[in-house]
């Protein structure tokens, strides 16, 4: 791999103002539709290893949603349900193909619908709840009538959740509609859509609880790849989108699991085909918008597919994750959903609740290197008070070396002021394979069902971090204005 030119390199941070403010939930996390579909099976909501895991992350936004959100049927009595009227009798009367050659979704056509039960969603709303998760729902859009969604299983379950006191403060409806014509045969167009979520909105607006909710859409995926895309976003947004979502969603992934290498998660050309994907999301939106509408990525991680075995639950994968919340934040990105929470090679815990490899919160500044290179990826906000105490205006500066040797940062504008160190490295000899990870040199791992201590290495002056690692460095003495203006608010 490329040396970088040098190994030193002064870093210098404008905290005269801030490119973004990044909210409390800012990072959120995804559980696929098709975890409901399979009633949680492995996945025990009473299991305090779990619950403690996920109250970690809290306060946390939760999708519920993917493409198993357009088979959701739900029974308050648990009934077994006839198979939901998807399509018109034309569309049924198709040899429709669940084609898993470009997104990977291996599915039956006659046994893809089902039903979510009112116990099971008690469960899931329980638990979300006991936890500190805010839950954004993704609807069904398959249900029809006269040629627009039909909400009447939705309503059903608003009211339901309505009269148990259930907060669902987001909705959605629909998953990855730029691609129905290529999985299912079938399109919906971008100005139907537009409508279906007028209905839905009308819909939430007759119910005290949840009028005020967001609503997020069109879900359309890498727009950097896919002209398909590109046309369906402007078709929605042209035809009233934006002012039919309060805020624009995409989904974004690097490659196909399938064939990514451990180049590929290292590749700072790969890495910046997000920021490919946000100006291109930009640029539409001032374009069709003619004002800056606010966007999240509803579903994201590194790759498609279920992930890349071996790469997306290893150390490794770290640097997607970092370099994508660092550039998101930097392109006033709202939320940032992993996916997932559970399951899958991209998971952020694996089947026996063990964590695979928050310190950031509200503004957002700009670093820049005496020497950029594009092996040395660096980002800057505010530190987050909650776990480690932080004062107000302290600074949390993080970073990726990509490259094969280690690095210093010289922090003068700080003078010799102590830092607290967090530089994350492989667990063991497989090295950037590694599932597991180390905190300045100790192995973490969970005990039990308590998550491990994470205490920083105390440290004044130049920081020098490894080869091929990521971390944090928090200065909690840089008395950043913003900062303080930003926690007193």
């Known amino acids: 791999m490329e040396q970088m030119s040098g190994a030193s390199q002064r870093i210098v941070i404008d905290t005269s103002t801030s490119l973004h403010i990044t909210s409390s939930h800012y990072l959120s996390i995804t559980i ?3 975890k409901i579909r399979e009633k949680f099976t492995g996945f025990d909501l009473s299991s305090k290893k779990l619950q403690d895991l996920a109250s970690a992350l809290s306060p946390i936004n939760i999708r519920f949603g993917g493409t198993y959100a357009d088979f959701l049927h739900f029974d308050p009595d648990g009934a077994e349900s006839a198979p939901p009227k998807h399509w018109d009798q034309e569309r049924q009367d198709l040899d429709l193909t669940f084609d898993s050659g470009f997104f990977d979704l291996p599915f039956d056509k006659d046994r893809a619908n089902f039903t979510m039960t009112g116990a099971l969603w008690d469960n899931i709303t329980r638990f979300c709840d006991k936890v500190g998760w805010d839950i954004m729902f993704d609807f069904n859009l398959f249900y029809w009538r006269n040629g627009y969604w039909d909400p009447t299983n939705a309503d059903l379950l608003l009211r339901y959740s309505a009269a148990r006191g259930v907060k669902i403060p987001s909705f959605q409806l629909g998953n990855e509609p730029n691609a129905f014509f290529h999985n299912f045969n079938f399109s919906i167009d971008g100005d139907i859509l537009v409508q279906d979520f007028m209905i839905l909105k009308n819909l939430i607006s007759k119910y005290p609880q949840y009028d005020a909710s967001g609503l997020y859409g069109p879900d359309v995926t890498n727009l950097n790849r896919h002209e398909s895309s590109r046309t369906y976003l402007k078709n929605f947004l042209r035809a009233g989108g934006c002012d039919a979502v309060t805020e ?3 989904h974004h992934y690097y490659k196909n699991g399938r064939t990514a290498t451990v180049k590929d998660f290292m590749d700072p050309i790969l890495l910046d085909s997000l920021l490919t994907n946000l100006e291109i999301l930009l640029n539409i939106t ?5 004002f800056h509408k606010p966007f999240r990525l509803t579903e994201t991680s ?7 075995p071996k790469l997306s639950d290893a150390y490794i994968a ?8 660092g550039l998101s934040a930097k392109y006033k990105v709202t939320h940032v959903f992993r996916q997932t929470f559970f399951r899958e090679n991209y998971a952020l815990i694996d089947e026996q609740l063990n964590p695979n490899p928050r310190l950031i919160e509200g503004p957002v500044f700009n670093v820049t290197t005496a020497e950029p290179n594009q092996l040395l990826r660096l980002y800057a906000h505010c530190a987050r008070k909650g776990f480690y105490n932080y004062p107000d205006g302290a600074l949390v500066f993080y970073y990726l070396n990509l490259a094969n040797q280690a690095i210093t940062f010289d922090f003068a504008q700080y003078g010799n002021d102590a830092v607290d160190v967090f530089l994350l490295t492989p667990g063991d000899a497989m090295g950037l394979t590694s599932r597991f990870v180390k905190l300045n040199g100790q192995p973490l791992v969970m005990k039990d069902s308590k998550v ?3 205490p920083p290495k105390h440290e004044t002056g130049d920081v020098t971090v490894a080869a091929e690692s990521f971390g944090f460095i928090v200065i909690p003495s840089a008395n950043i204005e913003l900062c303080k203006r930003y926690h007193r608010s």
């Open 452 to 454: 491990p201590d994470m």
């Open 286 to 290: 001032m374009e069709v918008c003619k």
């Open 302 to 308: 590194s790759c498609y597919g279920g992930g890349a």
């Open 248 to 250: 624009i969603s995409v």
């Open 318 to 325: 770290g640097f997607m994750w970092l370099d994508k919340l």
């Open 32 to 34: 696929g539709s098709g």
